[in-house]
């Protein structure tokens, strides 16, 4: 084992001195063409700095000349591209924070709306049930009331599964259901709110609507 890792040793000293060789071969190739009065870009190479940390250089050159414009040197300059990387890397991951961020926000927008409906149907329904004395009438309202209240009970769960819903693992209960009945629920659990506001709300539907079943989850229709 002491002979194999003597050996992995070796040979990583053997091959850093190799690069080492040929980045000195490529950096005199480099200030020699700027000496000649070309202008080189984008030349990498890797180097380590004395706290042993590797760097990666990209290179560029071009020659100095003085007033007459003869060539007297070359200037070179480079720039430590992992560093870049780095930067560009914690940009990449902020951008990517502020989209969740985005997110988090339009989904609960969306919740708060979607509570708000039953909620206002559930104390509309209440409100009227308190100011009836037909049995009928009560009875009706109550069921609604009870519709609007297990809708708002139903979003609220689904608020708690936000971190299931960010993992796409968001449960679907799908079971058979008439279409009409969550389209004759979301409108009458607007209709108290619309008589605050004297405004009536009149649907006309298909009557083909009362006879369509369908295999979904009727909570997600609203």
Same mark, same amino acid.
């Given at each position: 084992?002491?002979?194999?890792? *003597?050996?992995?040793?070796?040979?990583?000293? %053997?091959?850093?001195?190799?690069?080492?060789?040929? &980045?000195?071969?490529?950096?005199?190739?480099?200030?020699?063409?700027?000496?000649?009065?070309?202008?080189?870009?984008?030349?990498?190479?890797? @180097?380590?700095?004395?706290?042993?940390?590797?760097?990666? #250089?990209?290179?560029?050159?071009?020659?100095?000349?003085?007033?007459?414009?003869?060539?007297?040197?070359?200037?070179?300059?480079?720039?430590?591209?992992?560093?870049?990387?780095?930067?560009?890397?914690?940009?990449?991951?902020?951008?990517?924070? *502020?989209? *969740?961020?985005?997110?988090?926000?339009?989904? #609960?927008?969306?919740?708060?709306?979607?509570?708000?409906?039953?909620?206002?149907?559930?104390?509309?329904?209440?409100? #009227?049930? &308190?100011? +009836?004395?037909?049995?009928?009438?009560?009875?009706?309202? #109550?069921?609604?009331?009870?519709?609007?209240?297990?809708?708002?009970?139903?979003?609220?769960?689904?608020?708690?599964?936000?971190?299931?819903?960010?993992?796409?693992?968001?449960?679907?209960?799908?079971?058979?259901?008439?279409? @009409? %009945?969550?389209? *004759?629920?979301?409108?009458?659990?607007?209709?108290?709110?619309?008589?605050?506001?004297?405004? +009536?709300?009149?649907?006309? @539907? &298909?009557?083909?609507? +009362?006879?369509?079943?369908?295999?979904? &989850?009727?909570?997600?229709?609203?």
């Amino acid at each position: 084992a002491e002979r194999d890792a *003597e050996r992995s040793a070796e040979a990583a000293a %053997e091959a850093k001195a190799k690069r080492a060789d040929s &980045d000195a071969v490529m950096l005199k190739a480099l200030t020699s063409a700027a000496i000649d009065g070309k202008r080189v870009e984008c030349f990498q190479l890797d @180097f380590y700095t004395q706290n042993h940390q590797p760097i990666m #250089l990209q290179l560029s050159a071009e020659p100095r000349v003085d007033a007459k414009g003869a060539v007297i040197g070359a200037v070179c300059v480079g720039e430590d591209v992992l560093a870049r990387r780095r930067v560009e890397q914690k940009q990449s991951q902020m951008m990517e924070l *502020e989209r *969740e961020n985005l997110s988090k926000d339009h989904f #609960l927008a969306c919740m708060s709306h979607g509570m708000r409906t039953p909620l206002n149907g559930l104390l509309g329904m209440l409100q #009227l049930a &308190d100011m +009836t004395e037909d049995v009928a009438e009560l009875k009706g309202y #109550l069921k609604q009331a009870r519709e609007s209240g297990s809708l708002l009970f139903s979003l609220i769960n689904d608020l708690l599964d936000t971190a299931r819903l960010r993992s796409g693992q968001l449960s679907i209960e799908c079971r058979p259901f008439r279409l @009409f %009945e969550p389209l *004759e629920q979301a409108i009458a659990s607007n209709r108290p709110r619309a008589a605050e506001k004297g405004l +009536t709300i009149e649907a006309d @539907f &298909d009557p083909r609507l +009362t006879d369509i079943w369908v295999n979904s &989850d009727a909570t997600r229709l609203w």
